[in-house]
């Protein structure tokens, strides 16, 4: 019975011990849950009226006359499409299949395929702002 009781403690310290390895695998991922979890559209109207994404601060700062808008320039907009793509090329080299402890795999192609899907989807709203701005000029 001794025997049995140290297996299943055992077991169970394994167990653990993968359940925690999976948890930190997963939160590694929590830092691009901005780009999921923010609102393109108000993000990209705060971008195109003042050139960034105002702060609470900025708003209480100026609550009585509104913050002066001030429009993006060329550069702000690079810098935004060069910051996406960054974080493309850093998700693509993220492998999606990892092995804890030997035996336990985690497949997080599904994942990876639909976080760079919506990073594409951020650039191109400031790519395709460009070109219809270029276009209809």
Known sequence: MADLADMRHELM??????VTACCDYRSAFDHYSYLYGEDRKEFFRQ????????????????????????????????????????IYEEVNRIEP???????????????KASLLNVIKRWSLVFKQHLMDHVMHR
């Not at 310290?13 to 993968?18: D, F, I, N, P």
């Open 97 to 111: 299949i990892s092995i804890f402890q030997s035996w336990m795999k985690a497949d997080a192609w599904p994942f």
């Open 13 to 18: 310290g394994r167990v653990q011990a993968v």
């Open 47 to 86: 971008f195109l009226l003042y050139g960034h994404i105002l702060t609470a601060a900025e708003i209480e700062a100026h609550a009585e006359n509104g913050v002066p808008e001030s429009p993006p320039t060329l550069q702000q907009f690079r810098e935004q499409i060069d910051s996406y793509e960054k």
